[in-house]
Structure formats: C-alpha cells, structure tokens
C-alpha cells in the first residue's frame, strides 16, 4: 500500500515562500506521474502543479505560474512543490498525489493515491 506524507506547510506573509515535500512509501515512485492539488473549505479541490514520472514534463495551473515550482528527486521518493510570492488566496490544504501513469496529470481522476494534506496560510 502507498503513503503519501506531506510536510512544510505553515503560516507566511504574502510575498513570502514556503517548500512544501511529499514523501513516499510502500513502492517507489519514479514510473508514475506526481501532482500537487489544493481545496479550501466549500470549494472543490483544485489543481495545482503536476510533473511526468522523469520530472521532464510539468504542468501548472494558470494562477501559480511563475510563481510555484514542482519538482521530485526519485532517489528519494519524494516530490517537491516551491511556492513563492505567495498571495493569501493561496491559502489552502495542499494534496500531493501519486497518478496512475507515468506522464504528467491534471484531473483529479487521473490519480489513485493521496496524501492527507498539509495546512498553507498566507496572511495579507
């Protein structure tokens, strides 16, 4: 069975940065694409950021370009997401996900595997 588990989240001003990890157990990770998802209260959850099983396709949401970057080291089994000027409508619970095939995903349909969530809030 797979664990996800995500760490680094917390509490930052706008303008600031956070570096947000997902680590991996139970197999390895590095034939499966990885993703970054957020939800906040009443709202569906959203995608995020999402990278290939080579780290050589990413994906982002529009509203984080530029300013998110995923990233994974599957050495380590674990996938990365380097949030900066971060803006308080970033405030969230950060997923990360392990996807059912090797290329890079955005649907949430397209992932098997979930982490329980790491809290993000960005005051203003």
């Known amino acids: 069975q797979v664990q996800?588990?995500?760490?680094?989240?917390?509490l930052v001003q706008a303008g600031g940065s956070l570096r947000?990890?997902?680590?991996?157990?139970?197999?390895?990770?590095?034939?499966n694409g990885m993703g970054w998802f957020?939800?906040?209260?009443?709202?569906?959850?959203?995608?995020?950021a999402a990278i290939s099983w080579s780290g050589g396709s990413r994906e982002y949401a529009d509203s984080v370009k530029g300013r998110f970057t995923i990233s994974r080291d599957n050495a380590k089994n674990t996938v990365y997401?380097?949030?900066?000027?971060?803006?308080?409508?970033?405030?969230?619970?950060?997923y990360c996900a392990l996807a059912a095939r090797a290329a890079v995903a955005s649907r949430l349909n397209e992932y098997n595997?979930?982490?329980q969530g790491t809290q993000v809030?960005?005051?203003?």
């Open 4 to 10: 996800l588990v995500e760490s680094g989240g917390g």
């Open 20 to 31: 947000l990890s997902c680590a991996a157990s139970g197999r390895t990770l590095s034939a």
């Open 38 to 48: 957020r939800q906040v209260p009443g709202k569906e959850r959203e995608f995020v």
């Open 81 to 94: 997401l380097q949030m900066n000027s971060l803006k308080p409508e970033d405030t969230a619970v950060y």
């Open 113 to 115: 595997y979930w982490g």
């Open 121 to 124: 809030t960005v005051s203003s």
